[in-house]
């Protein structure tokens, strides 16, 4: 079984930065590919980026591209989204996953 929780969310203006946060706990997670999903009001949950722990290999969807920077701290058994330049369309629920299992989610609101 494994827990995720994120943190970090919170009310921005455009143009701000946030860095959301999820803490794995219950399983050694080293070998398996991390990924930020996020759902805004009346759309559905969409892919934001991922990391994969062994090869350090890196995906962006291009709404975010060069704004956000996925990283992660395996000893803290924790990945990060640092999100730069952010705009009202970012407004969502951001949720961190690992396989099959969803954190609670943290929100973001950024006010234009």
């Known amino acids: 079984q494994v827990q995720l929780v994120e943190s970090g969310g919170g009310l921005v203006q455009a143009g701000g930065s946030l860095r959301l946060s999820c803490a794995a706990s219950?399983?050694?997670?080293?070998?398996?590919?991390m990924a930020w999903f996020r759902q805004a009001p009346g759309k559905e949950r969409e892919f934001v980026a991922r990391?994969?722990?062994?090869?350090?290999?890196?995906y962006y969807a291009d709404s975010v591209k060069g704004r956000f920077t996925i990283s992660g701290d395996n000893a803290k058994n924790t990945i990060y989204l640092h999100m730069n330049s952010l705009k009202p369309e970012d407004t969502a629920v951001y949720y961190c996953?690992?396989?099959?299992?969803w954190g609670q989610g943290t929100q973001v609101t950024v006010s234009s």
């Open positions: 990391i994969t722990w062994n090869t350090g290999n890196l």
């Open positions: 219950g399983r050694t997670f080293s070998w398996y590919t």
């Open positions: 996953s690992l396989g099959d299992s």
